[in-house]
T-cell receptor
């Protein structure tokens, strides 16, 4: 079935450094990728939507200069958290548009980011 | 206004019994889709079941069924014969519009705990 490989599954970084999270669609072309953030015991909140070859669309309140999204190919989308701070510690999960499976959405396995 | 409301933050159910997780939604679109996902402690989002707004029959997938009441705008998940492995967070989500690539909006989730 459709698979989105998300790496790393967990990462600990120092405050002020940047972290890159990758989501790769393994057996289909992901023209659209959705990036979500989930704080502990809360729901998934959409951060941004990225389309291959174009700039991402960010949700209100999400800093586009802090959360850089690149979707340069049909199989790879990346989220870079720049100058990370402890309040950025969260669970980040991507979801690819996949018209062939799961009624349109295939999720990555998520990345747990801890900023110390 | 919340688009997806899950009023039960936590639920207990005895093993082998059935349980209903509530979900109400709000949309002015005629075409929409409703999803249920299971999120175990590992964080991955596991797709359970889908109901389209034009589907006349309630969706079923194994032990999962969706009690779709369109006029009441509710889409409750019914899990029959609960198992210990069903203990997890459960999220109801909605896609508005016909396009399978539109974003999903999630409810706040319900934590289900199955007692042996």
């Amino acid at each position: 079935g459709a698979v989105v490989s998300q790496h790393p599954s967990w990462v600990i970084c120092k405050s002020g450094t940047s972290v890159k999270i990758e989501c790769r669609s393994l057996d289909f072309q992901a023209t659209t990728m959705f990036w979500y953030r989930q704080f502990p015991k809360q729901s998934l909140m959409l951060m941004a939507t990225s389309n291959e070859g174009s700039k991402a669309t960010y949700e209100q309140g999400v800093e586009k200069d802090k959360f850089l999204i690149n979707h340069a190919s049909l199989t790879l989308s990346t989220l870079t958290v720049t100058s990370a701070h402890p309040e950025d510690s969260s669970f980040y999960i991507c979801s690819a548009r996949d018209t062939g499976a799961n009624y349109g959405y295939t999720f990555g396995s998520g990345t747990r980011l801890t900023v110390v | 206004a919340q688009k997806i409301t899950q009023t039960q933050p936590g639920m207990f159910v005895q093993e082998k019994e059935a349980v209903t997780l509530d979900c109400t939604y709000d949309t002015s679109d005629q075409s929409y889709g409703l999803f249920w996902y299971k999120q175990p402690s590992s964080g991955e989002m596991i797709f359970l079941i889908y109901q389209g707004s034009y589907d006349e029959q309630n969706a079923t997938e194994g032990r999962y069924s969706l009690n779709f009441q369109k006029a009441r705008k509710s889409a409750n998940l019914v899990i029959s014969a609960s198992q210990l492995g069903d203990s997890a967070m459960y999220f109801c989500a909605m896609r508005e519009g016909y396009n399978a690539g539109n974003m999903l909006t999630f409810g706040g989730g319900t934590r289900l705990m199955v007692k042996p």
